[in-house]
């Protein structure tokens, strides 16, 4: 790829010579975090800088007599090569990756993800998923992982908001303007524009390639807006999201097939495949595909030799988040597809459907939708959700691909979500954290001191508190001026323009997306309880909300008027202020600034919820749902957890919980969180409250940070699934299509005989008889399990085979347990067998004895 490509079609007008290198430092989105060159830019032009943040705005904005003033400005080209020079020490410096795994460097990862949250100036995001994916690909640069990111690129992305004067969510579309965007047409080495192109019924769509720069990682966007397309087409990447079940389909194809298709057009060696949700499953049938092409190879045999590449991260905490396609709509857009694969859209569709008798079974209702994570899962080698109490709930959730499994057995692994922390940190916190630990401290495998932040004094820690809530308050007031314009209400000004908030009050902050499950309206549950909370003259609190309800949501809207009903209440107004259109620089700000940080989902439906994570390096303190990442981090000292250690067995969304909930909130505001926070010495410092700051921002942020994630997903999952995928040769592939045809043609004629258990002194022996039906004995493997039971843990035991009887395909199985646990805890169970094989994944069958 060209990494720079001439600078002629990036900006409209001449670009001096000697300013040229801005076009390199504009195009690279580590500006959005790494805050080196913000004097560059506010040369060029402060009040576009400071107004939009955005780079490649300010380069593509200013004036041609200001480029041609700064191109004679000594001054200003000395701070340029700086810039160059810093950027290009960075690019050039060793990195963890390289360090720890220089000899087994990394292949390019291919990240398939519908949104990317990396910059409110590049707004291809709705929320969690997207943000996540852009702090993923931050931490991916910091560490030199080699990512390459695969996206689309709508001509608008998600909405903006604002509240009309009966609380009323008024939802906007901006255009994105691609030249306006820190994007560069995708060139190749001759300086042409790449483009793909996919199958759809009757026709070809003409896909434009895009590309950002994310420091050392690729961001390579899709978009269908070219002129050579019929006008649906060129819609199909209009909007991020699409409520229209066809738009949405046609838009995971582009991203999917085209996406895929783009990598290999490129020569992009990516080895491993990371899907990041469902959304993405159609790039592994794309992979499938050309390599079945590549090679001469079925369908099944292809699938066998690429899957080991292929990671399914699931977000989705209910079944009804997942993309689901009707039959109908799959025959019509997979037709051309499923010929290419040599399968038959009944196969396809079986692929995404409940498995019946866990075998793969194509006996299904017709009118059974295309489950798009079920056929991430049977795509793939591994898969992760992404925290503990997730992981959970996903065996659960998926629960009916492996029939007869015990739930600890599916599966699902988990890599808890972290956050990138440099993106996240106030002037403020990064200045106290330099001090302390140094300036590489986010960028390497994290070796800090136990403790920190030992050296900085409860004065700073709590100075810079201060600072950060004070910051916050001016910056909400400047939003809420400009939304008291907005309104052109002339009552209750002060109160509406923020003036009331108070920079040493206690500062609650909420934001996240209005829908019912996030229970945004639980503090609203004893409205006079609040009030009462929020007029303590000696102790007030004040509360700074943001968020947005789905435009199909009416129950999230109905909540954000609620909310907007409770604000102007004559006895709160100026306490609680709203903050419309949330988006990633509001997130920034009220992360940075508020004391404590509220999350209260109905459990266990929070997948894992990193908002709270963002406030840990900035001195904030959590009081949330024991749920998602909570679950794992809370401990006392270190925030406050509502209902903690609570127990579910079924999935479901009631509101029983809602009462006992809200009471301990309140409780927990009243008796522990207003009184810490006011409990001060003689100095005026809080020293219960600063002791929980100093223990939550140095447990808790290196582990609940993307530069852990990445690392995990690194190790653990990239590194060995290439070994894997090495492994899987055609051969291999073929091998194991016929292994798993072998085992789906006999196990349901598998057949325990007798079981004998025996005592031999301090040993319980157990030898146990199987019928194999001529299936080869070394493709099955017995063995003796016994589920925890009170004091007893889990216990797996790998029988040995004797045999065959005489005459016969029955095999005898042995096994000798030395334990006080009774005989009657052990049951023989009979699963597939390969040494190459992921197992439960490539064959779910399992038969227990009687």
């Known amino acids: 790829m060209n990494n720079q490509g001439p600078p002629g079609p990036y900006i409209p007008r001449h670009m001096p010579e000697a300013l040229k290198g801005l076009v390199g430092l504009a195009l690279d989105l580590r500006w959005s975090w790494h805050h080196g060159s913000d004097q560059l830019w506010s040369t060029l032009d402060r009040e576009m800088w400071e107004s939009t943040a955005n780079a490649w705005l300010v380069l593509n904005s200013v004036s041609g007599q200001r480029l041609q003033e700064l191109a004679g400005d000594a001054d200003f080209l000395a701070l340029l090569a700086a810039q160059i020079a810093e950027q290009d020490a960075y690019n050039l410096r060793d990195t963890w990756c390289d360090s720890r795994h220089g000899e087994q460097a990394v292949d390019p990862v291919a990240f398939f993800c519908m949104e990317f949250g990396i910059t409110e100036s590049l707004p291809l995001y709705s929320g969690g998923l997207g943000v996540l994916a852009g702090d993923y690909l931050k931490a991916a640069n910091d560490l030199g992982v080699p990512v390459v990111a695969v996206g689309l690129l709508y001509q608008q992305g998600f909405f903006r908001q604002a509240?009309?004067?009966?609380?009323?969510?008024?939802?906007?579309?901006?255009?994105?303007?691609?030249?306006?965007?820190?994007?560069?047409?995708?060139?190749?080495?001759?300086?042409?524009?790449?483009?793909?192109?996919?199958?759809?019924?009757?026709?070809?769509?003409?896909?434009?390639?895009?590309?950002?720069?994310?420091?050392?990682?690729?961001?390579?966007?899709?978009?269908?807006?070219?002129?050579?397309?019929?006008?649906?087409?060129?819609?199909?990447?209009?909007?991020?999201?699409?409520?229209?079940?066809?738009?949405?389909?046609?838009?995971?194809?582009?991203?999917?097939?085209?996406?895929?298709?783009?990598?290999?057009?490129?020569?992009?060696?990516?080895?491993?495949?990371?899907?990041?949700?469902?959304?993405?499953?159609?790039?592994?049938?794309?992979?499938?595909?050309?390599?079945?092409?590549?090679?001469?190879?079925?369908?099944?045999?292809?699938?066998?030799?690429?899957?080991?590449?292929?990671?399914?991260?699931?977000?989705?905490?209910?079944?009804?988040?997942?993309?689901?396609?009707?039959?109908?709509?799959?025959?019509?857009?997979?037709?051309?597809?499923?010929?290419?694969?040599?399968?038959?859209?009944?196969?396809?569709?079986?692929?995404?459907?409940?498995?019946?008798?866990?075998?793969?079974?194509?006996?299904?209702?017709?009118?059974?939708?295309?489950?798009?994570?079920?056929?991430?899962?049977?795509?793939?080698?591994?898969?992760?959700?992404?925290?503990?109490?997730?992981?959970?709930?996903?065996?659960?959730?998926?629960?009916?691909?492996?029939?007869?499994?015990?739930?600890?057995?599916?599966p699902i692994e988990v890599v808890t979500n972290g956050v990138h922390t440099p993106s996240w940190d106030s002037p403020e916190s990064d200045a106290v954290w330099t001090r302390a630990c140094g300036k590489g401290r986010w960028c390497g495998a994290q070796d800090l001191p136990?403790?920190?932040?030992?050296?900085?004094?409860?004065?700073?820690?709590?100075?810079?508190?201060?600072?950060?809530?004070?910051?916050?308050?001016?910056?909400?007031?400047?939003?809420?001026?400009?939304?008291?314009?907005?309104?052109?209400?002339?009552?209750?000004?002060?109160?509406?323009?923020?003036?009331?908030?108070?920079?040493?009050?206690?500062?609650?902050?909420?934001?996240?997306?209005?829908?019912?499950?996030?229970?945004?309206?639980?503090?609203?549950?004893?409205?006079?309880?609040?009030?009462?909370?929020?007029?303590?003259?000696?102790?007030?609190?004040q509360i700074v909300l943001s968020g947005k309800a789905h435009p199909n949501d009416s129950t999230g809207k109905a909540i954000l008027r609620r909310w907007y009903r409770f604000i102007n209440r004559p006895d709160v107004v100026g306490k609680v202020v709203f903050i419309e259109d949330y988006d990633l620089q509001v997130a920034s700000q009220m992360v940075q600034g508020v004391d404590v940080w509220l999350n209260s989902p109905r459990h266990p439906w929070e997948a894992c919820g990193t908002s709270g994570m963002k406030v840990l390096v900035n001195g904030g303190l959590n009081l949330s749902q024991f749920d998602g990442w909570w679950a794992e981090a809370y401990q006392p000292g270190v925030g406050w957890a509502i209902r903690p250690f609570p127990e579910f067995s079924r999935l479901d969304d009631s509101p029983a919980h809602d009462g006992p909930d809200a009471e301990e909130l309140f409780d927990l505001l009243e008796n522990q969180v207003i009184p810490a926070f006011y409990d001060c010495d003689e100095q005026g410092l809080p020293n219960a409250w600063i002791g929980m700051m100093r223990a939550s921002m140095g447990q808790l942020t290196p582990y609940y940070s993307a530069n852990r994630m990445v690392r995990e997903y690194c190790e653990h999952f990239y590194l060995p699934m290439r070994q894997q995928l090495e492994a899987r040769t055609p051969e291999v592939g073929r091998e194991l299509d016929a292994w798993h045809s072998e085992l789906t043609l006999h196990w349901q004629q598998l057949r325990f005989g007798q079981l004998v258990i025996a005592q031999e002194g301090d040993e319980t022996v157990f030898r146990v008889q199987l019928h194999l039906d001529g299936l080869r004995p070394e493709w099955a493997s017995v063995e003796l399990v016994a589920d925890p039971d009170g004091e007893w843990p889990p216990q797996k035991v790998v029988m040995s085979r004797s045999g065959p009887l005489a005459g016969t395909n029955t095999y005898t199985y042995e096994c000798r347990v030395v334990t006080g646990r009774p005989a009657a805890h052990f049951t023989p169970r009979v699963v597939a067998a390969h040494p190459l094989a992921s197992l439960p994944l490539e064959f779910p069958g399992i038969l227990w004895f009687r």
Not at 523 to 530: F, K, S, T, V
């Open 163 to 410: 509240l009309n004067l009966d609380g009323e969510q008024l939802e906007f579309h901006p255009y994105n303007d691609p030249t306006m965007l820190p994007l560069a047409p995708l060139r190749d080495d001759a300086g042409e524009w790449v483009r793909v192109a996919i199958e759809l019924p009757g026709r070809q769509v003409h896909l434009r390639t895009w590309r950002g720069r994310v420091g050392r990682c690729e961001l390579l966007l899709l978009d269908s807006n070219d002129p050579r397309n019929e006008p649906g087409d060129r819609g199909i990447t209009s909007e991020l999201y699409s409520g229209q079940l066809e738009k949405r389909l046609q838009q995971e194809l582009v991203l999917g097939s085209g996406g895929w298709r783009l990598l290999e057009q490129l020569g992009l060696n990516c080895r491993i495949l990371h899907l990041n949700e469902g959304h993405c499953a159609f790039a592994a049938l794309e992979r499938i595909r050309s390599f079945r092409q590549q090679h001469g190879l079925s369908f099944e045999q292809a699938r066998h030799s690429v899957r080991p590449g292929n990671l399914f991260t699931t977000h989705t905490p209910v079944a009804s988040g997942i993309d689901q396609y009707p039959p109908a709509l799959v025959r019509l857009y997979l037709g051309s597809c499923c010929a290419d694969l040599d399968l038959s859209v009944d196969q396809l569709l079986a692929l995404g459907r409940d498995p019946c008798n866990g075998l793969g079974t194509t006996d299904h209702d017709s009118t059974e939708p295309l489950n798009m994570a079920w056929l991430a899962i049977r795509l793939c080698g591994r898969v992760n959700a992404v925290s503990q109490v997730h992981g959970k709930v996903s065996r659960k959730l998926f629960r009916p691909l492996f029939p007869r499994w015990p739930e600890a057995d599916i």
């Open 450 to 541: 136990a403790e920190p932040l030992c050296a900085v004094t409860d004065e700073e820690l709590w100075r810079m508190r201060f600072r950060q809530r004070q910051r916050l308050i001016g910056y909400a007031r400047a939003r809420l001026v400009a939304q008291h314009c907005e309104q052109d209400n002339p009552a209750q000004v002060a109160e509406a323009c923020g003036l009331m908030l108070d920079s040493e009050a206690l500062t609650l902050g909420f934001a996240r997306r209005f829908t019912a499950y996030k229970r945004p309206d639980l503090l609203l549950y004893d409205e006079e309880r609040l009030v009462r909370l929020l007029n303590d003259h000696n102790r007030p609190l």
